[in-house]
Nanobody, 115 residues
Framework: VQLVESGGGLVQAGGSLRLSCAAS????????MSWYRQAPGKQRELVAL????????NYADSVKGRFTISRDNADGTINLRMNSLKPEDTAVYYC?????????WGQGTQVTVSS
C-alpha cells in the first residue's frame, strides 16, 4: 500500500485547509484510514480515523467540531477538512492505513497556522 498526502500549507488562524490522501496498491486490505500529526518536540498523535466498513468517524478531542474526515467513494481518497485552524494545529500531518498486510504511512505534509 502506498499513501501520498497533499494539501498542506501556510494559513492564518481561523482559516481552513483540506488535506487529501491517495492510496494505491492493495487497498482492499485496508480496514482503517487515519490522520495523525506530529508537532516539533511532541509525540505523533491521532487526529481522526475512518473505518472502511462504515460507522462514525472518530476524532481527537482537540479537533472535534473543527475537523472532518471523509472518503471520496469515487477514487478512495481520504480527505481531512480543517476549519477554524489554530496555531496549535501546526504540525506535520501523516496519513495512515491499517489492514491485514500491515500499517502504512505517507510521507507527511506540513501544516503551519500563523497567529
Amino acid at each position: 500500500v502506498q499513501l501520498v498526502e497533499s494539501g498542506g500549507g501556510l494559513v492564518q488562524a481561523g482559516g481552513s485547509l483540506r488535506l487529501s490522501c491517495a492510496a494505491s496498491g492493495s487497498t482492499n486490505s485496508i480496514s482503517v484510514m487515519s490522520w495523525y500529526r506530529q508537532a516539533p518536540g511532541k509525540q505523533r498523535e491521532l487526529v481522526a480515523l475512518i473505518i472502511s466498513g462504515g460507522g462514525r468517524p472518530n476524532y481527537a478531542d482537540s479537533v472535534k467540531g473543527r475537523f472532518t474526515i471523509s472518503r471520496d467513494n469515487a477514487d478512495g481518497t481520504i480527505n481531512l477538512r480543517m476549519n477554524s485552524l489554530k496555531p496549535e494545529d501546526t504540525a506535520v500531518y501523516y496519513c495512515s492505513a491499517l489492514g491485514v498486510l500491515g500499517n502504512y504511512w505517507g510521507q507527511g505534509t506540513q501544516v503551519t497556522v500563523s497567529s
